[in-house]
Nanobody, 121 residues
């Protein structure tokens, strides 16, 4: 079993910054692509950014130049540095990771529980 635990959400003023963290634990064989998604009330969950095991990244257009995704493989952790935050960034942010476990090499997608980010004055 694999667990993902996010932290770092909160309330911030427009133009401010937050750093989200997501640590994977459990029966991890290998961590492949990891990512962050967001879901605003009444809307579908959407990809914000992703990073492969080779550190290739991709971002949705609305966050390019403001958000940076990174990972620390030694800590099984993915980060999302969010700068110049806007009210429209307000959402619950979820991390995900494609993981093969110590019991199976088949990749499965795991999700964290989500962390609220609110951008408001």
């Amino acid at each position: 079993q694999v667990q993902l635990v996010e932290s770092g959400g909160g309330l911030v003023q427009p133009g401010g910054s937050l750093r989200l963290s997501c640590r994977a634990s459990g029966s991890i064989g290998s961590l492949n692509t990891m990512g962050w998604h967001y879901q605003a009330p009444g809307k579908q969950r959407e990809l914000v950014a992703a990073i492969t095991s080779g550190d290739t990244t991709n971002y949705r257009d609305s966050v390019k130049g403001r958000f940076t995704i990174s990972r620390d493989n030694a800590k099984n952790t993915v980060y999302l540095q969010m700068n110049s935050l806007k009210p429209e960034d307000t959402a619950v942010y979820y991390c995900n990771a494609w993981v093969s476990t110590t019991e199976s090499k088949v990749l499965r997608n795991y999700w964290g529980q989500g962390t609220q980010v609110t951008v408001s004055s």
